[in-house]
């Protein structure tokens, strides 16, 4: 693991506090979820939900899931059997990845990739094999994807909405993913903990509903992006009985279980009415807006933005030629800390220009980001 001892996160979120700067560097909302949410959860404490849940997770809340997946996507899963509770999307991934992964086998991911999951691969002794979404549209390269497999492939990860380029998949790229799985009867891990937050009309189309899929696919999400609860580590995976008996064969000797008192209040997130759901993607879309006008007053070339709560730049636009070096320089030149895309990539120098934000602040933090930012 020597490889991931530091993070861009930990220097990042130094040089703000060092410097003051307004940190757009990780990806955590700066005001808390629904008011119901958070109400169920304090009840939750005071009532005594204190103890260990049960190792699949509470009964309302696989409960809730389910209803969830069918009223938003028409999937159908058993909450006695085909949910899983995890602490959080990434023990989701670390822990189907160790269930799927002899060490050897090779599993195909959508490059760059979210940052836990080289440290997840590398933990199951599997091997990362990239498929990269190039600047500036981040569009899948069906034949790099088909290129990629090979005899070893056991796993294909996908991430959509995507996380660090912003992307939302189209129907197509889906469709080509789904069927390059089913074709080489790959085991799926896709990880959907933007579902919630995508821009501009476009509609979110889980993987496990393409033919063929469901049965291969463990779906992973979580509460801490859609509810603004990132501190809760609240996630959960659908899948087949089986997938979801042998990613629970791990976890109970990762976490076990975890979070009782969050269980009941997600459980309340995920029936919230649409029109609720709607509005926390309509506030976010919005401060993209307001971060995004700043970007381009500043003479930077926006891309992605799709859905996530990240918009990646192109610092190429205004002559510089590293994002790290830009970003080391941010907090003094503009009061602002961002994050360099290249880390998120196997191969850095694919993304040496670009530079990732995130919009998930105050209005009132974006306009004064953007207003720092256009002085660059
Ligand atoms: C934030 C994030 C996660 C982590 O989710 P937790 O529920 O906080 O563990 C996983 N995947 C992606 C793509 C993310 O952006």
């Not at 990845?97 to 940052?115: F, I, K, N, Q, R």
């Not at 506030?283 to 990240?310: C, K, M, P, S, W």
């Not at 191969?347 to 990732?356: M, Y």
Request: hydrophobic share 45%.
């Amino acid at each position: 693991m020597r490889a991931f001892r530091s993070t861009v996160f930990a220097e990042m979120t130094q040089l703000a506090t060092a410097t003051g700067a307004i940190n757009l560097g990780q990806g955590f909302p700066d005001t808390d979820g629904p008011e119901e949410v958070l109400e169920t959860a304090a009840r939750a404490v005071r009532d005594g939900v204190n103890q260990y849940p049960p190792a699949l997770g509470h009964t309302v809340l696989r409960e809730a899931v389910c209803a969830h997946q069918e009223a938003w996507y028409g999937l159908r899963y058993d909450p006695a059997t085909e949910v899983l509770v995890t602490t959080g999307a990434t023990e989701a991934v670390a822990a189907s990845l160790l269930a799927l992964c002899d060490p050897g086998d090779e599993v195909v991911a959508l490059d760059p990739t979210y940052d836990s999951y080289a440290a997840a691969v590398a933990m199951a002794h599997a091997v990362l094999r990239p498929v990269t979404l190039r600047a500036p549209d981040f569009a899948l390269d069906v034949a790099a994807l088909r290129a990629a497999v090979t005899g070893r492939t056991r796993v294909l990860l996908v991430n959509s909405p995507h996380n660090p380029t912003g992307r939302v998949l189209t129907e197509e790229e889906l469709r080509a993913l789904a069927e390059v799985a089913v074709e080489h009867d790959l085991w799926v891990v896709c990880d959907e903990v933007y579902e919630h937050l995508t821009f501009d009309g476009r509609p979110h189309l889980p993987l496990a509903g393409f033919p063929g899929m469901r049965e291969r696919t463990v779906q992973v999400s979580s509460a801490g992006k859609t509810f603004s609860v990132t501190g809760w580590k609240i996630g959960w995976v659908c899948a087949p009985a089986p997938l979801v008996r042998a990613v629970n064969t791990v976890k109970q000797f990762t976490t076990f279980s975890g979070g009782a008192p969050f269980q009941p209040a997600v459980a309340v997130g995920l029936g919230l009415p649409p029109a609720r759901l709607q509005a926390i993607r309509d506030r976010l879309q919005a401060g993209r807006d307001l971060l995004v006008q700043g970007l381009h007053a500043a003479g930077l070339q926006t891309l992605g933005a799709e859905g996530t709560y990240f918009v990646n730049v192109d610092i190429a636009s205004i002559g510089e030629s590293d994002g790290i070096a830009f970003c080391r320089s941010l907090p003094e030149r503009a009061g602002v800390v961002a994050v360099p895309s290249q880390v998120f990539h196997a191969d850095p120098d694919s993304a040496r220009t670009l530079v990732r934000f995130a919009f998930c602040k105050r209005p009132e933090v974006l306009a004064e980001a953007a207003e720092r930012l256009a002085r660059l």
